[in-house]
């Protein structure tokens, strides 16, 4: 293999077809196909100066510059590159944009706030792994101010209603009227700050994530706006 050889899930990733997880999807359904063979192995090397590769039929070509951008999500339109029932985020994007881009994780249909969406398949599968602990902040609006004791089961890590447990999290006040409180988890397990709450029987009215990582959400975008992230930005992220 030359220098340019790389892992197909890798390639993939960086030429926008998904995040990594989504290219592991595609090979399971043989789907992706280099020099006419099937693809069965995520970690199968290519060469992406002299293969063909395929996903679903369209020839696959390397772009050489990622992007990253930063939206407020606005409640109301769910986290997908496409959806046939619901408006997604891609929907307040650009049209030239929409082809080219894909959310970094999720965020639930009435949940607002840090979006961040790339073509860097590698960008956002650190952001989203488990494994790398990236801080999310969420700022929290309840329908009573929970029991103290109920908020260190919380930053202890609680049992949820199914079992499953979850790790350490951050609690802090909040000074706006719409909210109760801030929350910092690192993990992003589904509907994970409503369960958590739901877990100490508090129900969860407003929710909006104000932070990941190092990026805070830009007080300057209104609900549905995006803009491009900084250079400063991105690798402070990576």
């Not at 789907?31 to 192995?41: A, C, G, Q």
């Not at 369209?58 to 606005?74: A, Q, W």
């Not at 350490?168 to 909210?179: F, G, M, V």
Request: no cysteine; net charge neutral; charged share 30%.
């Amino acid at each position: 293999m030359s220098e340019s050889s790389m892992r197909i899930d890798k390639f993939l990733a960086n030429a926008n077809v998904g995040s990594r997880s989504d290219v592991k999807k595609l090979i399971k359904k043989k789907l992706v196909l280099v020099n006419d063979i099937v693809v069965s192995d995520a970690s199968f090397k290519v060469d992406a100066s002299t293969d063909e590769i395929q996903v679903n039929g369209k020839s696959i070509t390397l772009r050489t510059s990622p992007s990253y951008y930063v939206m407020n999500k606005r409640s109301g339109v769910v986290t997908a590159t496409k959806d046939h029932l619901h408006k997604t985020v891609m929907d307040d994007l650009h049209v030239g944009l929409r082809e080219q881009l894909f959310p970094v994780g999720r965020l639930d249909k009435d949940t607002e706030g840090l979006l961040l969406l790339t073509s860097d398949g590698d960008f956002a599968h650190r952001l989203t792994s488990p494994k790398h602990d990236v801080e999310k902040e969420y700022a929290v609006g309840l329908d009573a101010l929970p029991l103290k004791e109920d908020l260190l089961r919380i930053e202890d890590g609680l049992e949820l209603k199914d079992g499953s447990h979850t790790k350490p999290a951050k609690i802090t006040t909040s000074n706006h009227p719409d909210y109760t409180l801030h929350i910092t988890i690192t993990e992003g397990k589904y509907h994970q700050v409503k369960r958590m709450f739901g877990a100490i029987g508090r129900k969860v009215e407003r929710l909006k994530r104000v932070r990941i990582g190092s990026l805070s959400l830009d007080d300057r975008l209104a609900a549905g706006e995006y803009r491009e992230l900084t250079t400063e930005e991105v690798d402070q992220l990576k």
